[in-house]
T-cell receptor
Framework: AQTVTQSQPEMSVQEAETVTLSCTYDTSESNYYLFWYKQPPSRQMILVIRQEAYKQQNATENRFSVNFQKAAKSFSLKISDSQLGDTAMYFC?????????????FGKGMKLTVNP | GAVVSQHPSWVICKSGTSVKIECRSLDFQATTMFWYRQFPKQSLMLMATSNEGSKATYEQGVEKDKFLINHASLTLSTLTVTSAHPEDSSFYICSCPDRGTDTQYFGPGTRLTVL
């Protein structure tokens, strides 16, 4: 069974600083996707970034980038120039495409607070 | 990204009554939708997979007779909490996978409070 581990339950950072959120996963699959979702106080789950396992290049989305280390099964999220609006729960998630039932496996989440 | 709506956003009901929550994919068709439950300060727990035109698939430990799922069209799935009790109070979230991008998009959630 696939598992996702987020070992840091909580972090805080000053506005404009850079912060890295860690995530490791365990799977025997070779084809899969990894995601970071953000859940602000509104509780709406928002996709931050996605990575296909077969792509060696790390995904980037504006201030958000990942460090995908497939051999180490590590998928960390780097947030540059942190903003107050980045304050949220962050969930790392794993998915194996199954042609009809793509279940997401979530980590426990990490609470990030950006301080002014 | 794709848009998923949920209705209602919050509901308060009396113990013993039933509550229906709707999940709609607004800009793509979804043959599959997922229902989650989330307790405060915890991660999402998958309850069931809603399949258009067929029975839902429930995760282990989830009572199918209590949490009725209907997926009558390619854009709508409903979750009915039957004979609700205070322990059913929680935050319920649905998600829809966009097959074009292999990415799931989430509804805004429904906060259920059972008195």
């Amino acid at each position: 069974a696939q598992t996702v581990t987020q070992s840091q339950p909580e972090m805080s950072v000053q506005e404009a600083e850079t912060v890295t959120l860690s995530c490791t996963y365990d799977t025997s699959e070779s084809n899969y996707y990894l995601f970071w979702y953000k859940q602000p106080p509104s509780r709406q789950m928002i996709l931050v970034i996605r990575q296909e396992a077969y792509k060696q290049q790390n995904a980037t989305e504006n201030r958000f980038s990942v460090n995908f280390q497939k051999a180490a099964k590590s998928f960390s999220l780097k947030i540059s120039d942190s903003q107050l609006g980045d304050t949220a729960m962050y969930f790392c998630a794993f998915m194996t495409p199954q042609g009809g039932s793509e279940k997401l496996v979530f980590g426990k989440g990490m609470k990030l607070t950006v301080n002014p | 990204g794709a848009v998923v709506s949920q209705h209602p956003s919050w509901v308060i009901c009396k113990s013993g009554t039933s509550v229906k929550i709707e999940c709609r994919s607004l800009d793509f068709q979804a043959t599959t939708m997922f229902w989650y439950r989330q307790f405060p300060k915890q991660s999402l727990m998958l309850m069931a997979t809603s399949n258009e035109g067929s029975k839902a698939t429930y995760e282990q430990g989830v009572e199918k007779d209590k949490f009725l799922i209907n997926h009558a069209s390619l854009t709508l799935s409903t979750l009915t909490v039957t004979s609700a009790h205070p322990e059913d109070s929680s935050f319920y979230i649905c998600s829809c996978p966009d097959r074009g991008t292999d990415t799931q998009y989430f509804g805004p959630g429904t906060r259920l409070t059972v008195l």
